[in-house]
Each structure stands twice: as structure tokens, then as C-alpha cells.
């Protein structure tokens, strides 16, 4: 029985020394714990919103576009809107990625796929009117300047989530715009029925 207390006694002195040498350590690295343990967060504190502490509120810097879409955008929506007036689908230009697919619960890096959608768009985006459902990605190429290397893989990206999400996309040639029966074949080749 003496054995055990004795054992009991060891036991919690260790335990304090422990927590005495441990406690010393974090006061000595004023950077935070010690390599390999984790930052504790510390109380319940209140959140403090300090986003607009630095910015004057009656004075900011932003001003109205003169125009949403470039011309050649412009004449492309346009041409869509037109083929498709009389149809059972809508389109609609400069959409975020983010709104037309979206990454699966399942995935594993969920965050790191949905940051790869979070800034990008497609140019027009067409959806069946009544219930508003995404059926074809229109991309377009060629606008104007040689397209950079990142254009290219932006582009490359779109059509792969694209194709992943089971939504079909069309390059179209901003250079060289289809005129109404050609966009209509076009169409019809990607399954809309127009």
C-alpha cells in the first residue's frame, strides 16, 4: 500500500514539473510554442471588426465602368441573345465559374479545388430559362493580341472543369464571329435545340 501512494505522490510531482517546464519554455520563445505544438486559442474573446479602420468611408476609390463587356464581347452576347430570343434557353455574359460548377463534398483538398474556380469566368454562359440550368459554356479565343501562356491555361482549366461537371463548352473564334446560321449549327451540334 506505501508503494502505491509513493507511486501516487511521483506521479503528481512529475506532473507539476512538467507544467513548470513547459509553462518556462513558452516564456522564453516570445514567437509562440515551441516547434510542433499547436497555437492554443486563448479565451472567448470578442471579434473585433477592423476592416474599416484604415479607409476613409466618405471618400472611396471606386468609380463606375463605362462599359461591362469589350466590343468583340459585346457583338457575341449579342448574337447569342439574338439566336436564342425564341428559344427555351437564356445567355448570359461574364458568369463566375464558381456559380456554374461547384466542388464535391467528397473531394478530398476541397478548399484548394474551389480555389481554382473562385476567380476565374466564362464569357457567356447558356441556361435553360424555366429553371435556369447551365447546358453550355461559351468560350472565347483569339482576342485581338497573341493569347499568353496563362490565357491558355485559364482556357485549358475552364473546358476541364467544364467537362468534369458534365457541362458542355464551345470555343468560338472572338476574330472570326459566326454569323447566325453558322452559330445555329453550332448549337444544335452541342445538343441545344434551337
Not at 518556462?24 to 486563448?42: E, L, V
Not at 479602420?53 to 447569342?80: H, Q, T, V
Not at 458534365?166 to 453558322?182: A, S, V
Request: some cysteine; aromatic content about 8%.
Amino acid at each position: 500500500m506505501a508503494q502505491f501512494i509513493m507511486l501516487i505522490v511521483a506521479i503528481i510531482i512529475g506532473k507539476l514539473v512538467w507544467d513548470i517546464l513547459n509553462d518556462y519554455r513558452q516564456k522564453m520563445q516570445p514567437s509562440g510554442p515551441f516547434p510542433g505544438q499547436k497555437k492554443r486559442r486563448t479565451g472567448n474573446g470578442e471579434v473585433i471588426d477592423i476592416s474599416n479602420a484604415w479607409i476613409n468611408m466618405d471618400d472611396l476609390p471606386y468609380r463606375k465602368r463605362d462599359f461591362l463587356m469589350s466590343g468583340k464581347e459585346l457583338s457575341l452576347y449579342n448574337l447569342f441573345s439574338t439566336v436564342l430570343e425564341n428559344s427555351s434557353y437564356a445567355a448570359f455574359p461574364r458568369v463566375n465559374l464558381e456559380d456554374v460548377v461547384t466542388v464535391a463534398l467528397e473531394a478530398d483538398n476541397r478548399t484548394e479545388y474551389f480555389n481554382r474556380i473562385k476567380n476565374r469566368y466564362v464569357d457567356i454562359l447558356i441556361c435553360e430559362k424555366h429553371e435556369m440550368k447551365p447546358v453550355l459554356i461559351i468560350i472565347g479565343e483569339g482576342q485581338g493580341e497573341p493569347r499568353k501562356k496563362q490565357q491558355i491555361l485559364e482556357d485549358r482549366f475552364v473546358r476541364s472543369a467544364a467537362d468534369a461537371a458534365g457541362i458542355k463548352y464551345l470555343p468560338i473564334n472572338m476574330n472570326n464571329l459566326p454569323d447566325y446560321e453558322q452559330l445555329l449549327t453550332l448549337l444544335r451540334n452541342s445538343d441545344l435545340n434551337v
